[in-house]
């Protein structure tokens, strides 16, 4: 079985600007193992349908126990590099999120997806606390002698409208990007983010790989490709896609 470390270099060298590695997220063991035999290069957790999986609205509602025993369970049934998405790291102080990430990588994960809005409150972090959060998963990465993959995620995108994004919003993502690097940050997450011209722009500014989620408003994986994404995520798309099938398929076996 190929060792944590090896699936974190693997999963590191997947991020190519201009040829994205797709993430097609999952939620337990079982949704791993089938998008594992789609011809899944890494798997990913997502946030919101995990929580959904276990009946917990998103915002770290579900307990990190929990998460972490789900992570656990999932890195056991494939041998494919597992991510995790650690949302806001499950506490504000650096020290209380580095405790958090130590306890992933125990349990097997080779990266993270952490974001910087102010989960349970509102608004985004200040970036320099932002960054010395970042730096503290970094330090507690470095500690593990695991070279897991840290991808920082900001909010700014998903705090607005999507047709309202604008070249000012770009503007303060280039801003936490650069920050986030310095502070440790492997890539750099910008959900929600859909216009061609303002991709382009940030993934040329950004000292990263930059990380893109193909919701409905997004430009197709060719065309993110040729912008310079390098990952390319599906978020809760999955999850919702499969529970309006069941949901459909339960009315009609009702009638």
């Not at 349970?120 to 606390?129: E, K």
């Not at 310095?182 to 983010?193: M, R, Y």
Request: charged content about 20%; hydrophobic content about 50%; proline content about 5%.
């Amino acid at each position: 079985m190929t060792s944590q470390i090896d699936k974190a270099k693997a999963f590191h060298a997947l991020h190519v600007k201009g040829d994205p590695v797709v993430l097609y997220n999952i939620w337990d063991p079982g949704s791993a193992n089938i998008v594992a035999k789609a011809g899944a290069k890494a798997i990913a957790t997502g946030s919101w349908p995990v929580a959904a999986a276990f009946g917990f609205a998103d915002g770290e509602k579900i307990p990190l126990d929990l998460a972490l025993y789900n992570i656990r369970r999932i890195v056991a049934a494939t041998d494919l590099p597992v991510t995790m998405d650690l949302e806001g790291g499950y506490g504000i102080e650096p020290e209380a999120v580095a405790a958090t990430v130590t306890r992933a990588l125990a349990e097997g994960v080779i990266g993270f997806n952490f974001e910087d809005q102010v989960v349970g409150g509102s608004g985004l972090h200040d970036i320099a606390l932002q960054a010395e959060r970042i730096s503290a998963v970094a330090e507690a990465v470095k500690a593990s002698g695991i070279p897991a993959f840290i991808n920082a995620r900001t909010d700014i995108f998903l705090k607005e409208k999507y047709d309202d994004h604008n070249d000012a919003h770009v503007d303060a993502a280039i801003e936490r990007a650069q920050a986030y690097a310095k502070a440790g940050a492997h890539g750099f997450f910008a959900p929600g983010l859909g216009v061609e011209r303002l991709i382009g722009r940030l993934c040329a500014a950004v000292p990263l790989p930059v990380n893109i989620i193909a919701l409905a408003h997004v430009p197709p994986k060719a065309k993110l490709a040729e912008l310079g994404v390098a990952r390319i995520s599906y978020g809760p798309v999955p999850y919702r896609q499969m529970a309006e099938w069941l949901e459909a398929k339960a009315r009609a076996a009702f009638e």
